[in-house]
């Protein structure tokens, strides 16, 4: 089964093609950066007109790069939440005219899930059961995994995501757009100790977490050194490392506990976060200590995509399920509603 996957749930505008016997053909992706950079964050109604201009041409020159007929689609997949309504209503708006124009099957897939799945587009792919770290912009959850759409949620952010907190703190520091990967690689420059951040919620029960807190205790820790006559470059850079380690080391700690009470040794880390060098390398040390085993998508991966929601996609079409025409773009939609489908998964 041939499917066009179509991500539009934000600021990039994904196009991929998924075969279900060869496995993913071709990806495309036009991220929007520049776009919002100058607002210091992503403007919805810009994204939506941004979406409209890119996602035809893109969707032309996705299949005319792989040499492949729009005819020769049996399916397509389109993100149907959550995310900015007015972004994926124009993702969701082609993907049902092209397949009724077609006369072939589309499903909306769920943003978060197409993240959960990126690892299985890897040579190594994690197997069911598994425990899965869903960290990114808007979201941060950690999920028990027995299968597609076999989802238990475990613990999640009381408040602010870790991404959120990652690009808040940008804003504070003045490192510009987008914030989670300058606080990354100014945190390279960091002096570990100098300052020490507080693990939140760690000494409480449960796998819940809350960023929101450590995000004030960055700002007063900041403002106390603008205040001392110390802006400096270096300030900043031992700011965002004792950041970064207290972000990475609290969600350790959580999956650590998520592992332990499920029994299970995986853990997958997926979302536009899991690319953090910090995390990714906190998160071996504990399953190299366990004798476990942890799995990440690649980089281009992490971010928002195309190829992620064709796979997802292509999964539930062979399934036999699909939706029909009336199926509405949903902002708001939680993954333990999704529908378990019992197939074996295609390379």
Known sequence: MLVLGIESSCDETGIALYDTDKGLIADTLYTQVELHAQYGGVVPEL????????????????????????????????????????????????AR?????????????????????????????????????????????????????????????????AG??????????????????????????????RYIFPRPMVDRPGIDMSFSGLKTFTRNTWLKAVAEGDSSEQTKADICRAFELSVAETLTIKCKRALEQEGLNRIVVAGGVSANREIR??????????????????????????????????????AGQCNDLNFAATPRWSLEDLPPIKVTLKE
């Open 47 to 94: 994204a939506s007109r941004d979406h409209i201009r890119k996602l035809t041409p893109l969707i032309l020159q996705t299949l005319e790069d792989a040499h492949i007929s729009k005819d020769a689609l049996d399916g397509i997949a389109y993100t149907a939440g959550p995310g900015l309504i007015g972004a994926l209503l124009t993702g969701t708006s082609v």
């Open 281 to 318: 390398a906190k998160l071996d040390q504990l399953m190299k200590k366990r004798r476990g085993e942890s799995f990440y998508p690649r980089l281009e991966f992490c971010t928002d995509n195309g190829a992620m929601i064709a796979y997802a996609g292509a999964q539930r079409l062979l």
């Open 164 to 193: 959120e907190a990652f690009d808040k703190t940008a804003k504070l520091l003045e490192l510009g757009y987008p914030g989670g990967p300058n606080v990354s690689n100014l945190a390279l420059k960091g002096e570990s100790g």
């Open 97 to 161: 005219s092209l397949a009724y124009a077609l006369d072939i099957p589309a499903i909306g897939v769920h943003h978060m899930e197409g993240h959960l799945l990126a690892p299985m587009l890897e040579d190594n792919k994690p197997e069911f059961p598994f425990i899965c770290l869903l960290v990114s912009g808007g979201h941060t959850m950690i999920i028990r995994v027995d299968g597609i759409g076999q989802y238990k949620l475990l613990g999640e952010t009381l408040d602010d995501a």
